[in-house]
């Protein structure tokens, strides 16, 4: 019994439960996947051979010992120094007394000091009421609105397909207009209308001006709409000369019928990301010939992955109808995970072999525990609300300083973690299988190249695909090519701090994401692994320091963009250098990261010797 309850907290815990994109090549498709995996001749056919780069186990090893010793003092360490100072009876707790409210873990406040943690966390209820009503209404739908197939026809007939995808893509766009009515009252006709005006771009304009055309309008709206707050309706009444009064007091009525999150414009920027995406998807549908499933002579009822996203839906189904649906997907309308139209249309047509009831399971589970972390954080570690009364630094030793600074920048990782997982959890109870955003902790990062790929990992997907590899991707072989490669990522970078917030704070945020990648990519064509094959432990520890290099230049930027800005990473520096006591932290820190480094390495081996390569 203890064996088979162990199993099952291990199987929560795999890979493959987060989403199996991890643990399957995105060129092959899930079943054959499962399949190869039964079989060890069909595994190489499959792509899924094991260990061929891994080394050999190191976590029985004497090294390693004495790593997990470090492991013993340093944990406990960090997290008591931000809980000391969270503590009532730290002199300094009146000054940010105020920003904590009632708890409810063993009489503790809670740090929800943090708008946006705050609203994540109080709409949280509501958010399991949907994940319970939308799917079961769907049900009721479909008991009314059947699939009807010929007597004898397959379940994954071109003709089932069709009936599957109107079945779905109606009740989408049905539930999709009362949710958008429900959230954002007379503010839906502003995004209705945004999202015909878009819809005309994609359809109406000759093909060759499509992107560019998309790129402009889509980057006009992210910036205008939180200029002019939304797009207040008394704004555009204003403009009109000699309007009347009666107008003008029906734009202010129709301005105070905002729904139940009155900032429509705050959370828009996920569905400007799904606009471009049908956009670019619809201009490149039009310049394939002999694009389909079918012709190419795929399986349409079990494509891979990269099939699925990259291979164009039948004309017909470019549709406003359909687009509109996609735009408003319930599950995935206020957050995300990103998913493709492409991929979004393929899933509607056949079910995803992923979709499995004990993965689903499992992976609530694994959500309602993440929900259970943060709770604990927040009554804990009082990171925000610490920096929010504006302290006096000085008051602080250099220690305290750099681990609040750490902490929050967790807790921002869980604020975006939960409602990330909740909303995917939603889409597979729905069906819908969307990639999963978060791949590790943010803990468990060393490379700012690997940290962009597992961090927002969906958003991540979608530059590669509607930015990075239309500019060309990258290539550090030539003066000229490095220099285009850098423009690419700066181009890649600013739109990823504009699409968060039109702020300078968050352009200093992806100039410096991106002046600290060129270091890890030279280190890379200075000290490749093949001149290092005859001394592996030397190459690993020579990359473990340039590692430790690249955590505290990722600390800092993140602290920069998303922990208090550019005084933030000021205070945390003087900090660190200030006397010996900072120094000594700081050199500490340094040997506890590389001791972190080394078992991260471990781990990402560990995945090598199952066949998994995640590259991050």
Known sequence: MGGGILGFIRSIYQLDTLD???TTPSSVPYKLATEARKDPVGAQDGGLSKGKRAERSKWSTPEFYLYYLVFLIAIPYMFWVPFEVSRESDPRYPKFQRYLSDGWMLGRKVDVSDSQ??????????IFGLLVVQPLLRR???LFKPTRLEPGASETSPRAAEARLEQRISFDAFFGTILLTALHGTSGLKILGLLWLNYQVATRLPRKVVPWATWIFNLYILVTMKVYDG???KTFVNLIPFAPDSLLDLASWMDNQQGLLNRWHILFNITILRLISFNLDYAWMTDRQGGSPIEKQLDPANLSERDRVGTPAPKNNYSFRNYFAYAIYAPLYLAGPILTFNDYISQCRYKSASIELSRTVKYGIRCLLVLLAMEFVLHFNYANAISNA??????YTPAQIALLSFFKLHIIWLKLLVPWRLFRFWALVDGIDPPENMLRCVSDNYSTLSFWRSWHRSFYRWTLRYIYIPLGGSNFKTLVSAAYSTVTYLAVFMFVAIWHDVDFQLLVWSWLIVAFFLPEIAAGYLFPRRKWEGRPT??????????????????SANVVGFGGGVDAMKALWEGLFRGLSGIS???????ALFVGIQVMFEIRQSELRKGIDLKC
């Not at 504006?390 to 008051?395: A, E, I, M, N, V």
């Open 20 to 22: 199996t994109r991890f």
């Open 117 to 126: 943690l705050r609203t994540i966390r109080g709409k949280i209820p509501h």
């Open 140 to 142: 009721v739908w479909n």
């Open 231 to 233: 797009y207040r309706f």
């Open 390 to 395: 504006r302290p006096d630094w000085s008051s």
């Open 538 to 555: 030397a190459y690993r520890m020579l990359c473990c320091v340039g590692a430790v290099g690249n955590v505290l230049m990722m600390i």
């Open 585 to 591: 932290f700081l050199t500490g820190s340094c040997l």
